[in-house]
């Protein structure tokens, strides 16, 4: 069984830096792929974009295009989602998602815990 | 922005019928791409119910059933029960915005 373990909650300040992560354990095939959801506080759920770990193909939701940065290491099945300069309103619940025979288009039917980011001063 | 639109909130009373509506437009649902439900419970990662617009998800009880209709989806709750009260979101696939969008949330109260 596929599963997500994300890293821990973050606390940062405004202009800093983070890189959270996403291990997957095994997938049975290799063009599997990770994307990566947002959830304000008391907010609905938003699609930032999914990357594929077997050729580092990424693909943003125009939302977040320039606002972070997906990537992957494939050698250690880990997924990352990084920003250079976080803003009050990066803060957010981060959940790295997907589907555990690849379809993509038959949604996300497996989740991380989730990863909570709060940015203040 | 959410580009699926849903009602705020349902509520019923234990053992009645809720159903959930999802709009979208030409270029999701209306384009004939595939409509998921997720259930969220509070403090908790979403949780899949419906994909491929009717079929549930392993383990999800058949009191939920999943349509799809021109630009409209719905998720319908039958036999309601104290512990379907969460948030649902529809999603599917835009290809204007080439990914998934999602909908704005519809949280189920059970009087």
């Known amino acids: 069984e596929v599963q997500l373990l994300q890293s821990g909650a973050a606390l940062k300040k405004p202009g800093e830096s983070l890189r959270i992560s996403c291990k997957i354990s095994?997938?049975?095939?290799?063009?599997?792929?990770i994307g990566w959801v947002r959830q304000r506080p008391g907010k609905g759920l938003e699609w930032m974009g999914v990357?594929?770990?077997?050729?580092?193909?990424?693909r943003y939701s125009p939302s977040f295009q320039g606002q972070v940065t997906m990537s992957a290491d494939k050698s250690i099945n880990t997924a990352y989602l990084q920003w250079s300069g976080l803003k009050a309103s990066d803060t957010a619940t981060y959940y790295c998602?997907?589907?555990?025979?690849?379809?993509?288009?038959?949604?996300?039917?497996?989740w991380g815990h989730g990863t909570t980011v709060t940015v203040s001063s | 922005q959410s580009v699926l639109t849903q009602a705020p909130s349902v509520s019923g009373a234990p053992g009645q019928r809720v159903a959930i509506s999802c709009t979208g437009s030409?270029?999701?649902?209306?384009?004939?791409?595939?409509v998921q439900w997720y259930q969220q419970l509070p403090g908790t990662a979403p949780k899949l119910l419906i994909f491929?617009?009717?079929q549930r998800a392993s383990g999800v009880p058949d009191r939920f059933s999943g349509s799809s209709s021109g630009t409209s989806a719905s998720l319908a709750i039958t036999g309601l029960r104290a512990e379907d009260e969460a948030d649902y979101f529809c999603?599917?696939?835009?290809?204007?915005?080439?990914?998934?969008?999602f909908g704005t949330g519809t949280t189920v109260t059970v009087l």
């Open positions: 095994e997938f049975t095939f290799d063009d599997y792929w």
């Open positions: 998602a997907s589907r555990g025979d690849g379809d993509f288009y038959y949604g996300l039917d497996v």
């Open positions: 999603q599917s696939y835009d290809s204007s915005l080439s990914g998934y969008v």
């Open positions: 491929g617009k009717t």
């Open positions: 990357v594929y770990p077997s050729d580092s193909d990424i």
């Open positions: 030409g270029s999701n649902i209306g384009a004939g791409y595939d």
